[in-house]
């Protein structure tokens, strides 16, 4: 079983930074981020492969997050930066167990997920 905790999120002004955190517990193969806006589908932002550590994005946040982990601490991160009104949302870690050759970008890619933490950027 694998348990996932976001931690960080908050407000923030445009152009502003935040980090968000993941606590995980439990063995996964690859990790990533989704946020949800209001009235909106659950998107991908980031993904990050546990061993190896290859990344991918969306392309509405190159350049301007990325995504790490630790391993020895069992924590995923995602770097925010030059943060913009369309990036509030509620972000979610997601884990997926099982192999994957290449990273997946769609939600149902990921069994399990963390409750989700607020980022509101504001103009």
């Known amino acids: 079983q694998v348990q996932l905790v976001e931690s960080g999120g908050g407000l923030v002004q445009v152009g502003g930074s935040l980090r968000l955190s993941c606590a995980i517990s439990?063995?996964?193969?690859?990790v990533g981020w989704f946020r949800q806006g209001a009235g909106k589908e659950r998107e991908f932002v980031a993904a990050?492969?546990?061993?190896?550590?290859?990344?991918a994005y969306a392309d509405s946040v190159k350049g301007r997050f990325t995504i790490s982990r630790d391993n020895a601490k069992d924590t995923l991160y995602l770097q925010m930066n030059s943060l913009k009104p369309e990036d509030t949302a509620v972000y979610y870690c997601?884990?997926?167990?099982?192999?994957?050759?290449?990273?997946?970008?769609?939600?149902?890619?990921?069994?399990?997920w963390g409750q989700g933490t607020q980022v509101t950027v504001s103009s």
């Open positions: 997601a884990a997926r167990t099982y192999y994957t050759n290449v990273l997946r970008t769609t939600s149902t890619d990921y069994n399990f």
């Open positions: 439990g063995r996964t193969l690859s």
């Open positions: 990050i492969k546990i061993i190896g550590g290859r990344t």
